[in-house]
Protein backbone atom coordinates (compact mmCIF):
# COMPACT_ATOMS: atom_id res chain seq x y z
CA UNK A 1 0.00 0.00 0.00
CA UNK A 2 1.72 3.44 -0.85
CA UNK A 3 1.11 6.51 0.64
CA UNK A 4 2.69 9.56 2.75
CA UNK A 5 1.78 11.03 6.20
CA UNK A 6 -1.31 12.44 6.85
CA UNK A 7 -1.58 16.00 8.15
CA UNK A 8 -4.37 17.44 9.93
CA UNK A 9 -6.45 20.66 10.69
CA UNK A 10 -7.75 20.52 13.97
CA UNK A 11 -10.95 22.92 14.11
CA UNK A 12 -11.87 22.90 17.77
CA UNK A 13 -11.35 25.96 18.27
CA UNK A 14 -13.57 27.99 15.60
CA UNK A 15 -15.86 25.73 12.93
CA UNK A 16 -16.43 22.87 15.59
CA UNK A 17 -18.06 25.50 18.25
CA UNK A 18 -19.21 27.41 15.23
CA UNK A 19 -21.23 24.28 13.50
CA UNK A 20 -22.30 23.07 16.41
CA UNK A 21 -22.76 25.83 19.51
CA UNK A 22 -22.93 29.13 17.76
CA UNK A 23 -19.53 29.89 18.14
CA UNK A 24 -19.79 30.64 21.82
CA UNK A 25 -17.02 28.93 23.06
CA UNK A 26 -15.00 31.40 25.27
CA UNK A 27 -11.62 32.33 25.53
CA UNK A 28 -11.19 31.47 29.05
CA UNK A 29 -12.37 27.80 27.72
CA UNK A 30 -9.95 27.46 25.27
CA UNK A 31 -6.78 28.58 27.56
CA UNK A 32 -5.84 25.63 29.67
CA UNK A 33 -5.56 23.24 26.82
CA UNK A 34 -3.56 25.79 24.34
CA UNK A 35 -0.04 24.15 25.50
CA UNK A 36 -1.43 20.72 25.05
CA UNK A 37 -3.09 20.99 21.55
CA UNK A 38 0.16 22.89 20.07
CA UNK A 39 2.40 20.22 21.61
CA UNK A 40 0.16 17.40 19.65
CA UNK A 41 1.92 17.70 16.15
CA UNK A 42 -1.26 19.36 14.01
CA UNK A 43 -0.51 20.86 11.11
CA UNK A 44 -2.85 23.90 11.88
CA UNK A 45 -5.26 25.07 14.47
CA UNK A 46 -8.47 26.42 13.01
CA UNK A 47 -8.92 29.53 15.39
CA UNK A 48 -10.08 32.56 14.64
CA UNK A 49 -12.28 34.33 11.62
CA UNK A 50 -15.35 32.73 10.63
CA UNK A 51 -18.37 33.98 12.85
CA UNK A 52 -15.33 34.34 15.65
CA UNK A 53 -14.96 37.83 15.38
CA UNK A 54 -18.37 38.76 15.17
CA UNK A 55 -19.46 36.42 18.16
CA UNK A 56 -16.63 37.45 20.14
CA UNK A 57 -17.79 41.38 19.76
CA UNK A 58 -21.57 40.67 19.95
CA UNK A 59 -21.97 37.98 22.64
CA UNK A 60 -18.82 37.49 24.53
CA UNK A 61 -18.11 40.98 24.97
CA UNK A 62 -13.97 40.15 23.49
CA UNK A 63 -11.97 41.75 21.79
CA UNK A 64 -11.03 39.35 18.75
CA UNK A 65 -8.04 40.81 18.16
CA UNK A 66 -7.09 40.44 21.79
CA UNK A 67 -8.29 36.78 21.48
CA UNK A 68 -5.81 36.25 18.75
CA UNK A 69 -2.80 37.49 20.69
CA UNK A 70 -3.45 35.66 23.51
CA UNK A 71 -3.89 32.27 21.44
CA UNK A 72 -0.72 32.95 19.59
CA UNK A 73 1.14 33.06 23.38
CA UNK A 74 0.43 29.57 23.96
CA UNK A 75 0.73 28.31 20.35
CA UNK A 76 4.32 28.57 19.55
CA UNK A 77 4.84 26.06 17.11
CA UNK A 78 1.42 25.31 15.63
CA UNK A 79 0.01 28.34 13.16
CA UNK A 80 -2.96 29.42 13.84
CA UNK A 81 -5.65 29.70 10.54
CA UNK A 82 -8.26 31.57 10.06
CA UNK A 83 -11.56 31.75 7.04
CA UNK A 84 -11.30 34.90 4.81
CA UNK A 85 -14.57 35.64 2.91
CA UNK A 86 -12.62 37.31 0.24
CA UNK A 87 -13.74 40.72 -0.55
CA UNK A 88 -16.17 39.92 2.32
CA UNK A 89 -13.74 39.73 5.03
CA UNK A 90 -15.76 38.74 7.83
CA UNK A 91 -18.40 41.37 7.56
CA UNK A 92 -21.67 40.57 4.65
CA UNK A 93 -20.69 43.21 2.15
CA UNK A 94 -17.44 43.85 -0.28
CA UNK A 95 -14.71 45.90 1.23
CA UNK A 96 -12.90 48.64 -0.73
CA UNK A 97 -9.12 47.25 -1.18
CA UNK A 98 -7.55 49.50 1.03
CA UNK A 99 -9.69 47.69 4.04
CA UNK A 100 -8.35 44.09 3.14
CA UNK A 101 -5.11 44.87 2.95
CA UNK A 102 -5.44 46.20 6.23
CA UNK A 103 -7.39 43.65 7.61
CA UNK A 104 -4.87 41.03 6.11
CA UNK A 105 -1.87 42.69 7.04
CA UNK A 106 -3.43 43.15 10.85
CA UNK A 107 -4.22 39.59 10.92
CA UNK A 108 -0.95 38.36 10.39
CA UNK A 109 0.95 40.77 12.40
CA UNK A 110 -1.08 39.42 15.57
CA UNK A 111 -0.42 36.07 15.21
CA UNK A 112 -2.05 34.49 11.81
CA UNK A 113 -0.02 31.68 9.90
CA UNK A 114 -2.35 30.04 7.74
CA UNK A 115 -5.18 32.05 5.80
CA UNK A 116 -7.91 30.16 4.04
CA UNK A 117 -10.12 32.43 1.77
CA UNK A 118 -13.15 31.56 -0.29
CA UNK A 119 -15.74 33.30 -1.97
CA UNK A 120 -19.20 32.13 -2.13
CA UNK A 121 -19.37 32.51 -6.14
CA UNK A 122 -15.80 30.95 -6.62
CA UNK A 123 -15.52 34.33 -8.73
CA UNK A 124 -11.35 34.39 -8.29
CA UNK A 125 -11.79 38.60 -9.13
CA UNK A 126 -13.13 38.58 -5.17
CA UNK A 127 -10.02 36.92 -3.90
CA UNK A 128 -7.28 39.60 -5.73
CA UNK A 129 -6.83 41.82 -3.07
CA UNK A 130 -6.83 39.30 0.00
CA UNK A 131 -3.99 37.38 -2.08
CA UNK A 132 -1.84 40.02 -2.83
CA UNK A 133 -2.37 41.25 1.06
CA UNK A 134 -1.04 37.47 2.07
CA UNK A 135 1.85 37.26 -0.28
CA UNK A 136 2.67 41.19 0.49
CA UNK A 137 2.59 40.64 4.35
CA UNK A 138 3.15 37.55 4.82
CA UNK A 139 5.97 36.13 2.28
CA UNK A 140 8.99 34.27 4.38
CA UNK A 141 7.06 31.71 5.04
CA UNK A 142 5.37 33.43 7.71
CA UNK A 143 1.87 33.23 6.67
CA UNK A 144 0.52 30.60 4.04
CA UNK A 145 -2.15 31.55 1.31
CA UNK A 146 -4.68 29.06 1.08
CA UNK A 147 -7.00 29.39 -1.23
CA UNK A 148 -10.60 27.31 -1.49
CA UNK A 149 -12.89 26.03 -3.53
CA UNK A 150 -16.44 26.52 -2.70
CA UNK A 151 -17.46 22.89 -3.27
CA UNK A 152 -21.17 22.20 -4.61
CA UNK A 153 -22.63 20.40 -7.45
CA UNK A 154 -24.72 21.63 -10.38
CA UNK A 155 -24.72 20.82 -14.03
CA UNK A 156 -22.10 23.06 -14.54
CA UNK A 157 -19.80 22.46 -11.60
CA UNK A 158 -17.96 19.52 -13.13
CA UNK A 159 -14.53 18.00 -11.64
CA UNK A 160 -12.83 19.75 -14.76
CA UNK A 161 -14.66 23.09 -13.63
CA UNK A 162 -13.03 22.50 -9.90
CA UNK A 163 -9.66 21.77 -11.67
CA UNK A 164 -9.56 25.08 -13.71
CA UNK A 165 -10.21 26.95 -10.52
CA UNK A 166 -7.43 25.65 -8.50
CA UNK A 167 -5.30 26.55 -11.25
CA UNK A 168 -6.12 29.94 -11.70
CA UNK A 169 -6.12 30.23 -7.53
CA UNK A 170 -2.69 28.79 -8.16
CA UNK A 171 -1.29 31.02 -10.84
CA UNK A 172 -2.74 33.93 -8.54
CA UNK A 173 -0.65 32.74 -5.99
CA UNK A 174 -2.02 30.22 -3.48
CA UNK A 175 0.43 27.69 -1.18
CA UNK A 176 -2.19 25.66 -0.89
CA UNK A 177 -5.56 24.52 -2.57
CA UNK A 178 -8.79 23.70 -0.23
CA UNK A 179 -11.79 21.63 -1.46
CA UNK A 180 -14.05 23.27 0.93
CA UNK A 181 -16.99 20.96 1.20
CA UNK A 182 -19.40 22.97 3.50
CA UNK A 183 -22.40 21.55 2.51
CA UNK A 184 -21.18 18.16 2.56
CA UNK A 185 -22.41 17.33 -0.70
CA UNK A 186 -18.80 15.82 -1.68
CA UNK A 187 -19.37 12.08 -1.93
CA UNK A 188 -16.53 9.58 -1.35
CA UNK A 189 -15.55 8.19 -4.69
CA UNK A 190 -15.71 12.15 -6.30
CA UNK A 191 -13.61 13.05 -3.49
CA UNK A 192 -11.28 10.52 -4.95
CA UNK A 193 -11.64 11.46 -8.34
CA UNK A 194 -11.16 15.24 -7.23
CA UNK A 195 -8.02 14.92 -5.56
CA UNK A 196 -6.20 12.85 -7.95
CA UNK A 197 -6.86 15.36 -10.56
CA UNK A 198 -5.69 18.05 -8.37
CA UNK A 199 -2.49 16.66 -7.45
CA UNK A 200 -1.44 15.70 -11.18
CA UNK A 201 -2.21 19.70 -12.47
CA UNK A 202 -1.13 21.40 -9.56
CA UNK A 203 2.53 21.77 -8.59
CA UNK A 204 3.96 19.16 -6.81
CA UNK A 205 4.75 21.92 -3.74
CA UNK A 206 1.38 22.83 -3.77
CA UNK A 207 -0.35 21.24 -0.89
CA UNK A 208 -4.07 19.91 -1.33
CA UNK A 209 -6.36 20.27 1.92
CA UNK A 210 -9.39 19.03 2.16
CA UNK A 211 -12.52 20.41 4.67
CA UNK A 212 -15.88 18.90 5.21
CA UNK A 213 -18.45 17.86 6.53
CA UNK A 214 -20.34 15.06 8.80
CA UNK A 215 -23.95 16.28 8.31
CA UNK A 216 -25.04 13.12 5.80
CA UNK A 217 -23.04 10.63 8.02
CA UNK A 218 -20.44 10.73 4.92
CA UNK A 219 -17.72 12.51 6.06
CA UNK A 220 -14.87 9.93 7.21
CA UNK A 221 -16.02 7.77 3.67
CA UNK A 222 -14.99 11.00 2.19
CA UNK A 223 -11.51 11.23 3.86
CA UNK A 224 -10.30 8.07 3.50
CA UNK A 225 -10.88 8.05 -0.11
CA UNK A 226 -9.35 11.92 -0.36
CA UNK A 227 -6.58 10.24 1.68
CA UNK A 228 -6.12 7.51 -0.77
CA UNK A 229 -6.24 9.53 -3.41
CA UNK A 230 -2.58 11.19 -2.00
CA UNK A 231 -4.83 14.62 -0.37
CA UNK A 232 -1.91 16.18 1.87
CA UNK A 233 -4.09 17.52 4.66
CA UNK A 234 -7.61 17.15 6.26
CA UNK A 235 -9.82 18.55 8.68
CA UNK A 236 -10.81 17.18 12.03
CA UNK A 237 -12.92 18.10 14.90
CA UNK A 238 -11.80 16.37 18.49
CA UNK A 239 -14.92 14.10 19.57
CA UNK A 240 -16.44 16.19 21.94
CA UNK A 241 -17.20 18.98 19.47
CA UNK A 242 -16.56 16.27 16.22
CA UNK A 243 -19.34 15.12 13.84
CA UNK A 244 -22.92 15.70 12.42
CA UNK A 245 -22.57 19.34 11.53
CA UNK A 246 -18.62 19.87 12.21
CA UNK A 247 -16.26 18.21 10.95
CA UNK A 248 -15.31 14.12 11.11
CA UNK A 249 -13.73 13.77 14.33
CA UNK A 250 -9.90 13.16 15.14
CA UNK A 251 -9.53 10.89 17.16
CA UNK A 252 -11.00 7.59 15.07
CA UNK A 253 -8.85 9.11 11.87
CA UNK A 254 -5.93 8.96 13.64
CA UNK A 255 -6.89 5.69 15.24
CA UNK A 256 -7.44 4.10 11.85
CA UNK A 257 -4.23 5.98 10.22
CA UNK A 258 -2.02 4.17 12.54
CA UNK A 259 1.01 1.90 11.43
CA UNK A 260 -0.14 2.58 7.72
CA UNK A 261 1.95 4.55 5.21
CA UNK A 262 -0.74 7.21 5.83
CA UNK A 263 0.15 7.27 9.61
CA UNK A 264 -0.15 10.82 11.35
CA UNK A 265 2.46 10.91 13.68
CA UNK A 266 -0.07 11.80 16.54
CA UNK A 267 -0.19 10.26 19.40
CA UNK A 268 -3.45 9.58 20.54
CA UNK A 269 -2.59 9.38 24.17
CA UNK A 270 -1.93 13.39 23.68
CA UNK A 271 -5.06 14.37 22.79
CA UNK A 272 -7.29 12.87 25.84
CA UNK A 273 -6.66 15.12 28.15
CA UNK A 274 -7.80 17.90 25.69
CA UNK A 275 -10.90 15.40 24.73
CA UNK A 276 -11.70 15.48 28.30
CA UNK A 277 -11.37 19.13 28.69
CA UNK A 278 -13.88 19.59 25.91
CA UNK A 279 -16.26 17.41 27.05
CA UNK A 280 -16.48 19.84 29.80
CA UNK A 281 -17.29 22.44 27.11
CA UNK A 282 -19.56 21.07 25.31
CA UNK A 283 -21.60 20.21 28.83
CA UNK A 284 -21.70 23.99 29.50
CA UNK A 285 -22.52 25.38 25.95
CA UNK A 286 -25.77 22.53 26.02
CA UNK A 287 -26.42 23.58 29.25
CA UNK A 288 -26.81 27.05 28.20
CA UNK A 289 -29.02 26.08 25.27
CA UNK A 290 -26.64 26.74 22.75
CA UNK A 291 -25.49 23.30 21.49
CA UNK A 292 -28.53 21.33 20.68
CA UNK A 293 -28.33 16.94 20.68
CA UNK A 294 -29.74 16.83 17.20
CA UNK A 295 -26.76 18.48 15.57
CA UNK A 296 -24.69 15.57 16.11
CA UNK A 297 -27.55 13.34 14.36
CA UNK A 298 -27.41 12.29 10.63
CA UNK A 299 -29.64 14.35 8.16
CA UNK A 300 -29.49 13.54 4.62
CA UNK A 301 -31.85 16.41 3.33
CA UNK A 302 -28.59 18.03 2.29
CA UNK A 303 -27.89 15.73 -0.65
CA UNK A 304 -31.67 15.81 -1.41
CA UNK A 305 -32.27 19.13 -1.43
CA UNK A 306 -28.33 20.09 -1.75
CA UNK A 307 -29.23 22.38 1.33
CA UNK A 308 -26.93 22.85 3.87
CA UNK A 309 -27.64 22.41 7.70
CA UNK A 310 -27.23 26.25 8.56
CA UNK A 311 -29.44 27.15 5.23
CA UNK A 312 -32.51 24.72 6.01
CA UNK A 313 -32.29 26.26 9.79
CA UNK A 314 -32.75 29.93 8.29
CA UNK A 315 -35.77 28.52 5.88
CA UNK A 316 -37.45 27.25 8.97
CA UNK A 317 -37.31 29.89 10.91
CA UNK A 318 -38.30 31.97 8.43
CA UNK A 319 -41.59 30.03 8.11
CA UNK A 320 -42.22 29.41 11.30
CA UNK A 321 -42.34 33.66 12.03
CA UNK A 322 -44.96 33.48 9.03
CA UNK A 323 -46.98 31.04 10.84
CA UNK A 324 -46.36 28.56 7.42
CA UNK A 325 -44.42 25.82 8.99
CA UNK A 326 -46.15 23.36 6.31
CA UNK A 327 -44.79 24.48 3.20
CA UNK A 328 -40.93 23.55 4.41
CA UNK A 329 -41.18 20.79 1.54
CA UNK A 330 -42.32 23.41 -0.91
CA UNK A 331 -39.65 25.88 -0.30
CA UNK A 332 -37.60 22.84 -0.25
CA UNK A 333 -38.25 21.72 -3.99
CA UNK A 334 -38.34 25.85 -4.64
CA UNK A 335 -34.68 26.27 -3.61
CA UNK A 336 -32.81 24.47 -6.70
CA UNK A 337 -35.15 26.35 -8.95
CA UNK A 338 -34.33 29.90 -7.67
CA UNK A 339 -30.63 28.51 -7.95
CA UNK A 340 -30.86 27.84 -11.40
CA UNK A 341 -32.29 30.87 -12.13
CA UNK A 342 -29.53 32.75 -10.69
CA UNK A 343 -26.81 30.76 -12.30
CA UNK A 344 -26.08 27.99 -10.25
CA UNK A 345 -23.89 29.73 -7.24
CA UNK A 346 -22.67 27.85 -4.39
CA UNK A 347 -24.48 27.74 -1.19
CA UNK A 348 -22.71 29.57 0.94
CA UNK A 349 -22.95 32.52 3.06
CA UNK A 350 -24.32 34.77 2.01
CA UNK A 351 -25.36 33.19 -1.29
CA UNK A 352 -27.29 30.89 0.63
CA UNK A 353 -29.58 33.33 2.45
CA UNK A 354 -30.08 35.11 -0.53
CA UNK A 355 -31.20 31.91 -2.34
CA UNK A 356 -33.30 30.74 0.58
CA UNK A 357 -35.28 34.02 1.62
CA UNK A 358 -36.80 34.38 -2.19
CA UNK A 359 -37.44 30.93 -2.66
CA UNK A 360 -39.47 31.00 0.37
CA UNK A 361 -40.64 34.47 -0.98
CA UNK A 362 -41.91 32.34 -4.25
CA UNK A 363 -43.72 30.01 -2.54
CA UNK A 364 -45.56 32.43 -0.20
CA UNK A 365 -46.56 35.26 -2.55
CA UNK A 366 -45.70 33.88 -6.16
CA UNK A 367 -42.83 33.32 -8.44
CA UNK A 368 -40.92 36.50 -8.78
CA UNK A 369 -43.68 38.81 -7.28
CA UNK A 370 -41.47 40.60 -4.37
CA UNK A 371 -38.23 40.10 -5.31
CA UNK A 372 -35.10 40.74 -1.89
CA UNK A 373 -33.06 43.36 -2.70
CA UNK A 374 -29.96 41.34 -2.14
CA UNK A 375 -31.27 38.67 -4.62
CA UNK A 376 -31.54 41.84 -6.85
CA UNK A 377 -28.34 42.46 -6.33
CA UNK A 378 -26.68 38.77 -7.08
CA UNK A 379 -28.32 39.18 -10.70
CA UNK A 380 -27.25 42.19 -11.04
CA UNK A 381 -23.91 40.81 -10.40
CA UNK A 382 -22.97 42.90 -7.58
CA UNK A 383 -21.62 39.80 -5.13
CA UNK A 384 -19.52 38.78 -8.92
CA UNK A 385 -20.05 36.55 -11.48
CA UNK A 386 -21.89 33.10 -11.24
CA UNK A 387 -20.80 30.17 -13.08
CA UNK A 388 -23.97 29.38 -14.74
CA UNK A 389 -26.53 31.32 -17.00
CA UNK A 390 -28.75 33.71 -15.40
CA UNK A 391 -33.31 33.10 -16.20
CA UNK A 392 -33.26 35.85 -18.94
CA UNK A 393 -36.76 36.59 -17.36
CA UNK A 394 -35.24 37.20 -13.77
CA UNK A 395 -33.40 39.23 -15.43
CA UNK A 396 -35.37 41.39 -17.29
CA UNK A 397 -37.29 41.84 -13.85
CA UNK A 398 -34.28 42.71 -12.23
CA UNK A 399 -33.53 45.47 -14.59
CA UNK A 400 -37.01 46.77 -15.03
CA UNK A 401 -36.50 50.38 -13.64
CA UNK A 402 -32.78 50.63 -15.32
CA UNK A 403 -30.76 48.82 -13.25
CA UNK A 404 -27.68 48.49 -14.63
CA UNK A 405 -25.83 44.88 -14.50
CA UNK A 406 -22.15 44.98 -13.08
CA UNK A 407 -19.88 43.32 -15.32
CA UNK A 408 -16.38 44.26 -13.69
CA UNK A 409 -14.76 43.46 -10.46
CA UNK A 410 -17.60 44.52 -7.78
CA UNK A 411 -14.74 45.89 -5.41
CA UNK A 412 -13.19 48.23 -8.30
CA UNK A 413 -16.72 50.29 -8.17
CA UNK A 414 -15.54 51.24 -4.08
CA UNK A 415 -13.67 54.35 -3.38
CA UNK A 416 -10.98 53.83 -0.36
CA UNK A 417 -12.35 53.50 3.14
CA UNK A 418 -9.57 53.40 5.95
CA UNK A 419 -8.98 57.26 6.25
CA UNK A 420 -12.49 57.81 6.86
CA UNK A 421 -13.19 55.21 8.89
CA UNK A 422 -10.34 55.95 11.10
CA UNK A 423 -11.28 59.76 11.61
CA UNK A 424 -15.19 58.32 13.00
CA UNK A 425 -13.85 55.80 15.24
CA UNK A 426 -11.84 58.74 16.69
CA UNK A 427 -14.43 61.08 16.46
CA UNK A 428 -16.36 58.65 18.58
CA UNK A 429 -13.99 58.39 21.33
CA UNK A 430 -13.36 54.89 20.70
CA UNK A 431 -9.35 54.79 18.77
CA UNK A 432 -6.98 52.64 20.80
CA UNK A 433 -5.40 50.64 17.97
CA UNK A 434 -5.55 50.20 14.18
CA UNK A 435 -7.77 47.43 14.54
CA UNK A 436 -10.50 48.89 16.29
CA UNK A 437 -11.27 50.91 12.82
CA UNK A 438 -11.04 47.12 11.19
CA UNK A 439 -13.84 46.25 13.92
CA UNK A 440 -15.70 49.21 13.21
CA UNK A 441 -15.47 48.40 9.38
CA UNK A 442 -17.09 45.74 9.82
CA UNK A 443 -19.52 45.44 12.08
CA UNK A 444 -20.45 49.11 13.28
CA UNK A 445 -23.09 48.95 15.71
CA UNK A 446 -22.11 45.88 17.37
CA UNK A 447 -18.27 46.75 17.74
CA UNK A 448 -19.82 50.57 19.50
CA UNK A 449 -21.61 48.83 21.33
CA UNK A 450 -18.47 46.41 22.63
CA UNK A 451 -16.48 49.51 22.67
CA UNK A 452 -18.86 51.31 25.14
CA UNK A 453 -18.87 48.33 27.11
CA UNK A 454 -14.88 47.98 27.09
CA UNK A 455 -14.68 51.77 28.05
CA UNK A 456 -16.89 51.63 31.29
CA UNK A 457 -15.02 48.82 32.62
CA UNK A 458 -11.52 50.76 32.31
CA UNK A 459 -13.72 53.64 34.41
CA UNK A 460 -15.58 51.45 36.54
CA UNK A 461 -19.27 52.25 35.74
CA UNK A 462 -21.82 49.79 34.59
CA UNK A 463 -20.73 46.69 33.44
CA UNK A 464 -24.05 45.84 31.82
CA UNK A 465 -23.61 48.21 28.94
CA UNK A 466 -23.26 45.78 25.93
CA UNK A 467 -26.95 45.17 26.90
CA UNK A 468 -27.65 49.13 27.49
CA UNK A 469 -26.86 50.42 24.12
CA UNK A 470 -28.78 52.91 24.10
CA UNK A 471 -27.76 54.78 27.76
CA UNK A 472 -24.81 57.60 27.24
CA UNK A 473 -21.82 56.91 29.04
CA UNK A 474 -18.24 59.47 29.47
CA UNK A 475 -16.15 59.18 26.32
Known amino acids: MEGKKVLITDTILRDAHQSHAATRMKFEEMEPVLPLLDDIGYYSLEAWGGATFDSCLRFLNEDPWERLRNLKKYLKKTPIQMLLRGQNLLGYRHYADDVV ?89 TAYDLVKKLKAELRPETKVHLHTHNTTGTGDMINLMAIQAGVDIVDCALSPLGNGTSQPATEPLVAALKSTPYDTGIDIEKLLPAVNHFKKVAARLEKDGFLNPKVRSIDINTLLYQVPGGMLSNLMNQLK ?63 GAVPGEKSEEVVKLCTANGEEMVTCRPADLLSDEMTALTEKVKELGFYTQEEDVLSYALFPEVSVNYFKWRKARQIGVDSDLASNPDKVYPV
Open 101 to 189: EKFVEKSIENGVGVIRLFDALNDPRNLEASVKAIKKYGKDGKCVCECAISYTTSPVHTTEYFVRFAKQLEDMGADNICIKDMANLLLPF
Open 321 to 383: QAGKEEKLTECLAEVPKVRKDCGYPPLVTPSSQIVGTQAVWNVLLGRYKTITAQFKDLILGKY
